[in-house]
């Protein structure tokens, strides 16, 4: 049973350029965009439609030998639970409910330069022990997004910029593997970033 629900899951939907889209990639593809049009409006729906697509992204990652990213999926879903209750209890220092606010460039430099510092050293453990073909650009969305999703859910400002970065290496990535789908999501995340942006900062 398992193994006919996941042939149906991969089965293409449609062809893009070539490239079949599965229905995974479709129905994981709506739950992304339906995430980020309710983290531009601080809605706490993103989170459990980050959980669902998360884990969504990590079968077809894995599939597709993007362990990185596939990794980083499990990760993102492990953090939609962590900032579900950030959003809904987290408080800050002050002992205050969390609200939007920026961090500020003082305070990005630490995690900046520790996400820099993670990439090549994640970039030399996927060439080394497994078979990703793309190594290091698997590795720069993946600890990149890391730093993003920390920031979302602790509703720092600085997450949108952090999130135009990942979003242009990862239509690059997914493209070369030929997940245009996914590509057109990536893309289609770049102004909606810019949109959450100045959503954002208007809050």
């Not at 193994?3 to 089965?11: C, K, N, R």
């Not at 531009?40 to 992204?57: E, G, Q, R, T």
């Not at 990590?58 to 939609?80: I, M, P, T, V």
Request: glycine share 6%; hydrophobic share 60%; aromatic share 18%.
């Amino acid at each position: 049973m398992l193994a006919a629900a996941w042939a149906a899951l991969i089965a293409p939907a449609f062809t893009a350029f070539g490239s079949p889209i599965s229905w995974l990639e479709l129905v994981a593809f709506v739950l992304a965009v339906w995430m980020v049009v309710c983290n531009m409006h601080v809605h706490l729906l993103a989170w459990p439609l980050a959980l669902v697509s998360s884990l969504m992204y990590f079968a077809l990652f894995w599939d597709g030998r993007l362990y990185g990213e596939a990794s980083l999926q499990l990760l993102f879903a492990a953090l939609a639970l962590w900032g579900w209750w950030q959003w809904r209890f987290g408080r800050t220092r002050q002992g205050d409910a969390l609200s939007v606010r920026r961090l500020g460039l003082r305070g990005l430099v630490k995690p900046a330069l520790l996400t820099l510092a993670a990439w090549p050293l994640l970039g030399a453990f996927l060439a080394k022990a497994t078979d990703s073909p793309l190594p290091y650009w698997d590795a720069f969305p993946t600890v990149a997004s890391l730093l993003g999703q920390w920031l979302l859910a602790r509703k720092y400002e600085e997450n949108w910029p952090t999130w135009i970065v990942v979003n242009a290496v990862s239509v690059v990535l997914f493209g070369i593997k030929g997940y245009w789908l996914t590509v057109i999501l990536y893309a289609g995340f770049i102004p909606m970033s810019f949109w959450g942006w100045r959503a954002w900062r208007r809050t």
